[in-house]
């Protein structure tokens, strides 16, 4: 099975698990960066750096950076999301900010052009539709390392 398809894998393995802020353990509880770190460790091994603690509300107080986007592009490989033409394919990282002046508070992986899995306050993991609103929201997104 090639990389994408792990992922996409990996990350529905995850459907069903409940949010908990800062957690990253499939069934028990993730965040959507818990998520995106599961999978990882799940495709590709150990991650490659530990995130710092965060408050749930820690993207409304940066100062001009974009920690989210940052650590990302320490790990990630980005893909230009110039739209109309970027569709995102299995496997992408998806990076949202819900303000233009924001930085990214959200992230989520795609598992095709119009869907992606996620986990957000409130709910369980779950694969959703990408729809208009996501999609007007969409600030960055990335591809794992060795996925062409």
Same mark, same amino acid.
């Given at each position: 099975m090639d990389i994408p398809h792990r992922i996409v894998a990996e990350a529905r393995a995850w459907a069903g698990t409940p949010y908990r802020h800062q957690a990253s353990l499939k069934g028990v509880g993730c965040d959507c960066l818990g998520l995106l770190r599961g999978v990882w460790r799940g495709v590709l091994g150990p991650e490659?750096? /530990?995130p710092p603690p965060? /408050? *749930? @509300? !820690? &993207?409304? @107080? &940066? *100062?001009g950076d974009d920690p989210l986007a940052e650590a990302a592009r320490r790990h990630l490989v980005p893909v230009p999301t110039s739209l109309p033409t970027y569709v995102p394919q299995a496997g992408d990282v998806l990076l949202f900010a819900f303000r233009a002046h924001l930085p990214a508070k959200h992230c989520a992986i795609a598992t095709g052009p119009a869907a992606m899995i996620h986990a957000h306050d409130g709910a *369980? $993991? =779950?694969? $959703? /539709?990408? =729809?208009? !609103? !996501?999609?007007?929201h969409l600030a960055h997104a990335f591809r794992f390392p060795g996925v062409d």
């Amino acid at each position: 099975m090639d990389i994408p398809h792990r992922i996409v894998a990996e990350a529905r393995a995850w459907a069903g698990t409940p949010y908990r802020h800062q957690a990253s353990l499939k069934g028990v509880g993730c965040d959507c960066l818990g998520l995106l770190r599961g999978v990882w460790r799940g495709v590709l091994g150990p991650e490659p750096e /530990a995130p710092p603690p965060y /408050a *749930a @509300s !820690w &993207a409304e @107080s &940066a *100062a001009g950076d974009d920690p989210l986007a940052e650590a990302a592009r320490r790990h990630l490989v980005p893909v230009p999301t110039s739209l109309p033409t970027y569709v995102p394919q299995a496997g992408d990282v998806l990076l949202f900010a819900f303000r233009a002046h924001l930085p990214a508070k959200h992230c989520a992986i795609a598992t095709g052009p119009a869907a992606m899995i996620h986990a957000h306050d409130g709910a *369980a $993991v =779950t694969e $959703v /539709a990408l =729809t208009p !609103w !996501w999609r007007r929201h969409l600030a960055h997104a990335f591809r794992f390392p060795g996925v062409d």
